[in-house]
C-alpha cells in the first residue's frame, strides 16, 4: 500500500513539472484586427495584454488561457476615429475596459502542430463562444503562440453605422513569459 502511495505521489509530481505558468507580455506580442470601412480594410491594435496562461503540451485537456487586452488602447493611427471607437456605440471603454478570452478547451496538436482552442469572449457585457487554430513556438523559456478568427461585431453589439462591415478578422501574436 505504501509503494503505491509513494508511486502516486512521484507521478503526481512528475506532472507537475510539465506544467508550466506564463504571463502574456505586452512588448513582443500583437493583438491587430482588420475590418472594411466604407469597403478599404482598416487595420487596428490593442495593447494592455494581461493574465495568465497554463500550458501543458502533453495535457492539453488541462491547459487554461485568461487573457485580456485593454479595450482603450485601440489604436488604428487616426486619433479621431479612435476616440469614436472608445465611445458607448463601440468599445464603450468607460463601463467595460477590458475585452477578455477564457478558454474552455484546448486540443491538438494535428498533424500539422496546431491546436486548436475554444473559449468564451467577452467584449462589453456579451459572451459568445468561439473557436480558433493556433501555432505554438518556444522561444528560449518563453514561448509565442499565433493564430486568427473571425467574428461578427453586431454579435458583441459594437457599432452600429453601415459603412463598415460587420465581419472583422482578429489576428494575435501572444509573447508568453514563463513564470
Excluded at 506564463?22 to 506580442?29: T, V
Amino acid at each position: 500500500m505504501m509503494k503505491f502511495l509513494l508511486g502516486g505521489l512521484m507521478l503526481l509530481s512528475a506532472a507537475g513539472c510539465l506544467a508550466q505558468q506564463y504571463k502574456p507580455a505586452d512588448q513582443g506580442s500583437e493583438i491587430g484586427f482588420v475590418i472594411k470601412n466604407f469597403g478599404i480594410n482598416t487595420k487596428g491594435t490593442f495593447s494592455g495584454l494581461n493574465g495568465n496562461i497554463g500550458w501543458y503540451p502533453r495535457h492539453t485537456d488541462s491547459c487554461l488561457f485568461d487573457v485580456s487586452i485593454d479595450a482603450a488602447t485601440v489604436n488604428t493611427d487616426n486619433s479621431m476615429r479612435d476616440d469614436h471607437l472608445k465611445k458607448e456605440a463601440f468599445f464603450d471603454v468607460e463601463k467595460h475596459p477590458r475585452i477578455r478570452f477564457v478558454s474552455t478547451s484546448v486540443t491538438g496538436p494535428d498533424r500539422k502542430g496546431h491546436y486548436t482552442i475554444t473559449g468564451r469572449l467577452t467584449i462589453k457585457d456579451t459572451t459568445k463562444d468561439i473557436s480558433f487554430p493556433f501555432l505554438v513556438t518556444a522561444l528560449g523559456d518563453d514561448l509565442i503562440f499565433k493564430g486568427s478568427f473571425t467574428l461578427n461585431r453586431r454579435d458583441f453589439d459594437v457599432g452600429g453605422s453601415s459603412t463598415i462591415s460587420n465581419q472583422l478578422t482578429v489576428s494575435l501574436t501572444v509573447l508568453a513569459k514563463k513564470q
